[in-house]
């Protein structure tokens, strides 16, 4: 039952690890709903400061409250256009339009409305902590330090049944907020590594783990803008996989597929490291040398042999300024075949496709 409580309050009921995979796209959503949030703030309290500016026309508390809203809101505005690169400030930021708009409640509630039931201060406390995801028990910790904050400005500033509707709404509404952010940030969370695994499904194949085909081809485009210097092409092919399957089965062929795809992945990286057939794979060099190029298939085929397999290979390479990325991989497609011919003219084996 502990465990249970400490995974809804510190990974939103969701595994520790899911939690963390999904920790960069947490945080972007939460500089978008920042970034706007911000915005809509910024603009409404400039609309109510200019309407006690020229239209009310009094220098009251209230006014002063709107200033310090607009000013608020602009600073947040600015700090979330800051966190769109420095992702690491997300959750200072968060922390801190929650402080600037629950204190902007409490005066508003307090100061400038003694008199009056507060309504702005339970609004924000009921669905500002919900805009955001973060680990329910940082939300709540803030939703309980602000609610008390709020009932000693409260029992300072009010009194009589205005002062005991405000507590009882602040008590009343402050838990159904607590429940809330457990409920709505499982919700997200468990949203966030739904997504995920559908897209690792969409883009990874199965059985390697590489990119696959899809990922292939949504990619592509990328790599003629990502290219400073050269783009190389590395295309690899795997043979004898038919006649493993029909010697040793289908099981064997995986395992050969799975290990050569470690080492396809381990020298070429993953970012840039594609199954893109049953028997097939290639690799995209972003601003490698040939030298380094030549070295790594070097290294993938040794390592390949000494695991007892064989692969035929052929790469391309062309000046960031002339290349045309289709070509640029017939060609190294072209060379991957002659290298296949090559092993099979060698081996004296009978090639069957693969």
Not at 124 to 153: E, Q, W
Not at 255 to 270: C, D, P, S
Not at 305 to 320: F, I, L, T
Not at 326 to 332: E, I
């Amino acid at each position: 039952m502990l465990e249970r409580i400490k995974h809804a309050l510190f990974y939103a009921d969701a595994d520790k690890e899911a939690y963390r995979s999904v920790k960069e796209k947490i945080e972007y959503a939460n500089v978008v709903t920042l970034t706007i949030y911000s915005l809509v703030a910024f603009v409404l309290t400039s609309i109510m400061t200019l309407l006690y500016v020229f239209v009310i026309r009094a220098m009251s508390e209230a006014w002063v409250v709107f200033i310090f809203g607009v000013f608020g809101s602009l600073i947040i505005f600015v700090l979330a256009g800051i966190c769109r690169t420095h992702l690491k400030l997300t959750y200072f930021t968060i922390y801190a339009a929650i402080s600037l708009f629950m204190i902007y409640g409490i005066l508003m509630g307090t100061l400038c409305r003694p008199g009056e039931q507060t309504v702005t201060f339970v609004v924000l406390m009921l669905f500002l902590p919900l805009l955001f995801v973060d680990k329910p028990i940082r939300l709540i910790s803030a939703l309980v330090f602000y609610v008390t904050i709020y009932l000693v400005a409260a029992v300072n500033t009010k009194s009589g049944k205005v002062l005991m509707a405000d507590i009882s709404n602040a008590v009343m509404f402050g838990m159904l907020a607590i429940v809330s952010i457990v409920f709505i940030v499982r919700v997200k969370v468990n949203g966030f590594i739904l997504e995920q695994r559908l897209q690792y499904m969409s883009e990874k194949d199965q059985l390697t783990g590489l990119n696959n085909r899809n990922s292939y081809e949504w990619h592509l485009a990328e790599y003629t803008r990502r290219c400073r210097e050269s783009l190389g092409c590395v295309y690899i092919d795997v043979n004898g996989l038919h006649d493993l399957n029909d010697s040793e089965g289908h099981k064997a062929g995986d395992v050969m597929l799975q290990t050569i795809a470690h080492f396809v992945q381990e020298n070429f990286g993953k970012r840039d490291t594609y199954r893109i057939g049953g028997d097939e794979f290639l690799a995209y060099t972003v601003d490698w040398s040939e030298a380094k190029i030549e070295e790594k298939i070097r290294q993938l085929k040794k390592q390949v042999r000494e695991a007892g397999y064989q692969v035929a290979v052929g790469y391309s390479n062309s000046p960031a300024e002339m290349v045309e990325i289709n070509a640029l991989t017939t060609k190294a497609e072209t060379y991957m075949y002659s290298d296949k011919d090559e092993y099979y003219r060698i081996s004296g084996k009978k090639r069957r496709g693969a």
